[in-house]
């Protein structure tokens, strides 16, 4: 049935009468009270011509549309119980998802927090480390300056060498220890804490979630002097079926600032 109302052409008399129509509109020019009724007279004539289309046409198209609408109802007895399934099952799931990335999160949370505290102490251990190291590099430098001293005040020659030699032995232990602070400071300086993300929700082939921000007006008052005081004039959107039937009522009494409130005139034409 489908195929036989998709031939259907209009006859080759209403095409030709048609394109006769359309080029005399074109080549047409009013210059004259004859040619104007003419024009009008034409204006009959091609609405006689859209009587014949619509004899043609609307017995098939009325059919089709018939058709339509009872495919469409025998559609929607499978299509909406379909789409409502599928409404639910997705809710379930979102629902699902959001509790899963809240534990997630939670379980994330625990692991950064335990990862900063070992590190903390990890840092922590080794700066203690570093400040012990340092507390003997200057009991160490302290025993040297105190034997250089002492071999200084001495005469014997003998005393003297000890003496040098316990400041050489005390300088070494100094560097030694001041290496060993060093390292230590180093490995507390580079101590990193490492970042633990969310785990990520099980991806499954052909479905995809969208996280997305949304905005809706829940108190227009205050939306719209909001807007004012922002200018941000490109938020709000003329409703323009309101103003033409304010348009309507008030004709040239409707005066408002921005607004252009004018009379059009239409024409109509019958067979």
């Known amino acids: 049935m489908s195929q036989d109302l998709a031939m259907i052409e209009a006859p080759e008399e209403l095409k030709a009468s048609v394109a006769a129509c ?3 509109s074109a080549a047409n020019v009013i210059n004259s009270p004859e040619k104007h ?3 009008l007279e034409h204006c009959k004539q091609t609405k006689r ?8 046409f609307d017995p098939p198209i009325e059919q089709a549309h018939r058709l339509w609408k009872l495919l469409l109802s025998r559609k929607k007895l499978v299509a909406e119980p379909l789409a409502e399934s599928e409404g639910i099952d997705k809710k379930k799931a979102l629902a699902w998802e959001e509790a899963e990335l809240v534990k997630s999160k939670a379980e994330a949370d625990r692991l950064n927090a335990a990862a900063a505290e070992a590190s903390r102490k990890e840092r922590e251990k080794a700066e203690q480390a570093a400040v012990k190291q340092r507390a ?3 009991e160490a430098r302290r025993k040297s300056e105190e034997a250089r001293r002492k071999a200084e005040a001495t005469a014997n020659e003998a005393k003297r060498a000890k003496l040098l ?21 180093d490995q507390a300086a580079s101590v990193v ?3 633990i993300p969310p785990a990520a929700p099980t991806k499954i082939e052909g479905v995809t979630t969208r996280r997305q921000w949304t905005a809706t007006v829940t108190d227009r008052k205050a939306f719209l002097l909001w807007v004012c005081e922002h200018k941000r004039i490109e938020l709000i959107e003329p409703a323009q ?7 309507r009522g008030l004709k040239q009494e409707l005066v408002a600032d921005g607004l252009l409130v004018e009379e059009k005139t239409t024409m109509g034409v019958r067979a």
């Open 22 to 24: 359309v080029q005399w």
């Open 37 to 39: 009724r003419a024009t």
């Open 49 to 56: 011509e859209l009587k014949v289309a619509d004899a043609f």
């Open 136 to 138: 003997i590099e200057e």
């Open 165 to 185: 030699e316990e400041a050489a032995a005390a300088e070494r232990k100094a560097s030694s220890a001041a290496a060993k602070a060093e390292a230590k400071e």
């Open 193 to 195: 804490t490492p970042v």
């Open 241 to 247: 079926k309101t103003l033409d039937a304010l348009a």
